[in-house]
């Protein structure tokens, strides 16, 4: 019985030793944190004034400014193309040739048909004159000399014919050289020189589309037409072609106008159909091809912005942390939740109407722990690249 005694006592005296030791080597009861590591990193940004340009983003399809299918005028054998594929040509230029001889040839018969009812015109005009003056003196019927009068008419009638069919046939030599309608790019050749043309030939001998300047159609809600139509107002609306994806950070195109509003609103998209104008000069806009078309509508002036990522939602609508300075320098600045009046954001901006003034700082990250009167320590933002 006293043996058992002993090892309990034994036993108890290691339990507490034990004890002892893991006390002292964990330590006793936490110490209180200090001021510092109560605080939360935050990183912020100023609240600044500057002009915002409002636009309506819409995908656009680039068309040529003018097509033209060039055909011929009149049939015969295609004897000369003057022009290579994708040549730019201009106005005027000389680019084809049908065979000119039969065309010569019915020039030349109508320049001789009439030359012989010149003469026959001639001779009828002489002896009208001379039955008029028989028939003043009575030496003949008042009847020959009407009929002398009309066969004169009747050969008039035939020199104007025959000069209406030179007329004709001039046209169609000059129809013969096939000239560009308008300046611009050729495309695929459709007809090669030695076949057989004519005015219904199926595609034309080449289409030529007009690049610089270039056309850009693109579709905007209806929603947006009183804004359309105040820009419009207000004079020229500048338009901005941007490659495929964002249309922000997209790379940028060219620079253009908006040329046409369509007169109706498309009743089965809900859509408006507008149509814009570039110069085109390094032709990055080609028919056929998608862009993004960004329209200015407006820009406004003196605006209060701040970035998109400092704009919580709450349950009473926007807010944002505002940070408030210490009176005392080494104490951490704190935050509160200011409340603010939206008036447009984009992807890059948000204009505040009401609730900040500029030079307000306003948390941009950590603000996912934050809470009115939460104290802050404003850290520098992670260079681009850095984890």
Do not use: C
């Amino acid at each position: 019985m006293a043996k058992r005694r002993g090892r309990t006592i034994v036993l108890v005296i290691v339990i507490v030793v034990i004890a002892i030791v893991l006390v002292r080597l964990f330590g006793g009861p936490a110490k209180p944190k200090s001021t510092k590591s109560q605080t939360i990193p935050v990183t912020v940004a100023k609240a600044s004034v500057r002009d915002v340009p409002v636009y309506l983003d819409a995908l656009g399809t680039v068309v040529a400014y003018r097509t033209v299918t060039v055909q011929p005028m009149i049939t015969g054998p295609l004897e000369k193309v003057l022009f290579h594929e994708g040549q730019f040509v201009k106005q005027g230029q000389l680019i084809a040739e049908i065979d000119p001889a039969p065309y010569k040839a019915s020039l030349a018969l109508a320049e001789a048909k009439l030359a012989q009812d010149q003469a026959s015109l001639a001779n009828a005009e002489l002896q009208a004159r001379q039955y008029a003056s028989l028939v003043a003196r009575n030496y003949t019927s008042k009847q020959q000399a009407a009929t002398a009068e009309a066969t004169a008419a009747e050969d008039r009638a035939l020199v104007k014919q025959d000069e209406a069919t030179i007329e004709t046939d001039k046209i169609n030599l000059a129809y013969t050289k096939i000239r560009a309608p308008i300046s611009g790019l050729t495309g695929i050749l459709q007809v090669n020189a030695g076949n057989i043309v004519n005015p219904n030939i199926t595609g034309g001998i080449v289409v030529i589309n007009t690049l610089q300047p270039i056309s850009v159609q693109f579709s905007l809600p209806q929603q947006d037409l009183p804004q359309i139509r105040r820009a419009m107002d207000a004079g020229a609306v500048h338009l901005i072609a941007t490659a495929e994806g964002n249309p922000v950070t997209a790379p940028v195109l060219d620079h253009g106008v908006l040329s046409v509003l369509d007169n109706t609103v498309n009743a089965n998209t809900g859509t408006l159909t507008l149509k814009g104008k570039f110069p085109n000069p390094k032709l990055e806009l080609w028919p056929g091809s998608y862009v993004n078309v960004r329209t200015l509508v407006q820009t406004i002036g003196h605006a209060v912005t701040v970035p998109p990522v400092a704009v919580q939602q709450g349950p009473n609508g926007s807010f944002v942390f505002l940070v408030k300075p210490s009176a005392n320098a080494k104490d951490p600045a704190t935050v509160t939740d200011q409340p603010i009046t939206i008036d447009y954001e984009n992807q890059s901006v948000v204009v505040v109407a009401k609730g900040l003034a500029a030079g307000d700082q306003v948390v941009t990250e950590g603000n996912s722990r934050l809470k009115a009167g939460s104290k802050v320590t404003i850290v520098a933002p992670p260079k681009a690249g850095a984890p």
